[in-house]
Each structure stands twice: as C-alpha cells, then as structure tokens.
Nanobody, 127 residues
C-alpha cells in the first residue's frame, strides 16, 4: 500500500521560496503519476502541478507557471515541488497525490483520478 508524506511547508514572506517534499513508502513512485494540489480556506482543491509516468510529461496550472517546478528523485522515492516568488494567494494546504498508470502516461488535474493522498502541508505567505 502506497503511503505519501508531505513536508516542507511553513510561513514565508511574499517573494520567498519553499521546497515541498512528497516522500513515498510501500511502492516505487515511478509507476505513478504524481499531482500536487492545494486547498485554500473556503475554496475547492485545485491542481497546481503534476508529473506523468513519461519522462517529459509535466503540467502546471496557469497561476503557477514560471514559479513552481516539479521534480522526481527515484533514488529517494520522493517528488518535490519548488515554489518561488510566493504570493499571498498561494496560501493553502498543499497535498501530493498518486495515480497508478502505465508507462508513458500523461497526468491530469482531476483530483478524483488520484487514489493515494498525503496528509498535506501548510504554506502561509504573509508579511
């Protein structure tokens, strides 16, 4: 059974950076598409970035393009989300999620497709 644990959140000033980690246990991550989602108070959970099982399949939401970077370290069985130039509107609980897919599959932002979720890590952007 795959388990996901996020870490790396915190309180940061506008313009700052954080690196979120999604560490997996129970199964190798490279057979899953991985999505990063976020949920702000009173809002729907939204996808911000995802990584498919193909080498180059990466997606970003328009609101984070150019500021967020997703990456995978298979040796550490961990997926990262580097978030730069943080804005107050980035404040949310950030979740990683996994969707078991065949090789070379694309990822999607449909949260209902993901079967495994971490507990979330809080990111707060405030001066």
């Amino acid at each position: 059974q795959l388990q996901l644990v996020e870490s790396g959140g915190g309180l940061v000033q506008p313009g700052g950076s954080l690196r979120l980690s999604c560490a997996a246990s129970g199964s190798p991550l490279n057979v899953y598409a991985i999505g990063w989602f976020r949920q702000a108070p009173g809002k729907e959970r939204e996808g911000v970035s995802c990584l498919g099982t193909g080498l180059r399949n990466i997606k970003y939401a328009d609101s984070v393009k150019g500021r967020f970077t997703i990456s995978r370290d298979n040796a550490k069985n961990t997926v990262y989300l580097q978030i730069n130039s943080l804005k107050p509107e980035d404040t949310a609980v950030y979740y990683c999620a996994a969707d078991r897919l065949p090789p070379f599959s694309v990822c999607v932002f449909d949260k209902d497709r993901y079967d495994y979720w971490g507990q979330g890590t809080q990111v707060t952007v405030s001066s």
